[in-house]
Nanobody
Framework: VQLQASGGGLVQPGGSLRLSCAAS????????IGWFRQVPGRMREAVAC????????HYLDSAQGRFTISRDNAKNTVYLQMNSLKFDDAAVYYC?????????????????WGQGTQVTVSS
């Protein structure tokens, strides 16, 4: 499975962005899909996850209520809608796919990774 992340950009605090993760080479509906972010000098952290079984979603506490992860199986794409963006949300965002797991998951729970897309929050 190959993943292509897009949708990053420059946004003011309080603004919104929608990230997309388009897949090829396999149907995403069989995978748990996560969005991670990373800033220089820090470990990559899971932000949101949508599970293939049952459709449950999980979010990083700081993203809960502001971010929404969703799937469009017909387009083989997963989205991350990010609202009320804060300075702390600025990072390179990655999407990843892997077998079913519990909760948000960690990097090692995912087998396939897309390239990053930069999110910059600046006034």
């Amino acid at each position: 499975v190959q993943l292509q992340a897009s949708g990053g950009g420059l946004v003011q605090p309080g603004g919104s962005l929608r990230l997309s993760c388009a897949a090829s080479g396999g149907p995403l509906r069989y995978y748990d899909i996560g969005w991670f972010r990373q800033v220089p000098g820090r470990m990559r952290e899971a932000v949101a996850c949508t599970h293939s079984i049952g459709g449950a979603t999980h979010y990083l506490d700081s993203a809960q209520g502001r971010f929404t992860i969703s799937r469009d199986n017909a387009k083989n794409t997963v989205y991350l809608q990010m609202n009320s963006l804060k300075f702390d949300d600025a990072a390179v965002y990655y999407c990843a796919a892997g077998p079913p797991h519990d909760g948000l998951g960690r990097e090692w729970d995912y087998d396939y990774w897309g390239q990053g897309t930069q999110v910059t929050v600046s006034s």
